[in-house]
């Protein structure tokens, strides 16, 4: 059964940085992997997606890596703003989770984004 | 093209009251997913299901839980004698008919269900 895991689950960070979110999964039998946004009391938006295939894809200041045979993906995000503030959910796309096609996702990383 | 919709947004239940949540998917979708994400969890599949089928339901409790996606109208999940521990944010999600690895699903704001 797969599992998806984000670290850290919460983080705080000056306006400008650029920084690091982490997601690993259990089982690299996948076709895809996405970031999403959350935002409070808000659905979700697809931000990045990687097929199994491709090792990064990159939106503006987004860029997302894929490291299959580790089970590891990262979402770099450079000179943050207060607008990036959110909740950052890890999902994977793969046979084992949800009859081939729903998805399994981390329990997200809380990003706080200090003006 | 109006994204995925769903209604109520919020809605109130009393122990052992029954709870219906509507999903519209995307136009042209016919692929429609449910999920709940419980207070500090993170989303869990529940069901798949398509046109007046139900593709898998490994994610749905085994009692009082139940689903359809009728040939004509909305998604809806059915929660019969709700109890507290059902209050979650149950959300939406759709794709079209061609689920390539390219895809996305789409989803919808999500209801969130209190049981008082």
């Known amino acids: 059964k797969q599992e998806v895991t984000q670290i850290p689950a919460a983080l705080s960070v000056p306006e400008g940085e650029n920084l690091v979110l982490n997601c690993s999964f259990t089982?690299?039998?996948?076709?895809?992997l996405q970031w999403f946004r959350q935002d409070p009391g808000k659905g979700l938006t697809s931000l990045l997606l990687?097929?199994?295939?491709?090792r990064e894809q990159t939106s503006g200041r987004l860029n997302a890596s894929l490291d299959k045979s580790s089970g590891r993906s990262t979402l770099y995000i450079a000179a943050s703003q207060p607008g990036d503030s959110a909740t950052y959910l890890c999902?994977?796309?793969?046979?084992?989770?949800?009859?081939?096609?729903?998805?399994?996702f981390g329990k997200g990383t809380h990003l706080i984004i200090q003006p | 093209n109006a994204g995925v919709m769903q209604n109520p947004r919020h809605l109130v239940r009393r122990r052992g009251q029954e709870a219906r949540l509507r999903c519209s998917p995307m136009?042209?979708?016919?692929?429609v997913y449910w999920y709940r994400q419980l207070p500090e969890e993170g989303l869990k599949f529940m069901v798949y299901?398509?046109?007046?089928?139900?593709?898998?339901e490994s994610g749905m409790p085994k009692e009082r839980f139940s689903a359809e996606f009728p040939k004509e109208g909305p998604s809806i999940l059915r929660i019969q004698q709700v109890v507290r521990g059902d209050s979650a944010a149950y959300f939406c999600?759709?794709?079209?008919?061609?689920?390539?690895?390219?895809?996305?699903?789409?989803f919808g704001p999500g209801t969130r269900l209190t049981v008082l």
């Open positions: 990687i097929q199994s295939s491709q």
């Open positions: 299901l398509q046109k007046e089928n139900i593709i898998d």
């Open positions: 999600a759709s794709s079209p008919p061609a689920f390539r690895s390219t895809d996305t699903q789409y």
């Open positions: 999902a994977v796309r793969d046979f084992s989770g949800g009859g081939a096609d729903g998805l399994t």
């Open positions: 089982d690299s039998a996948i076709y895809n």
């Open positions: 136009k042209g979708h016919s692929h």
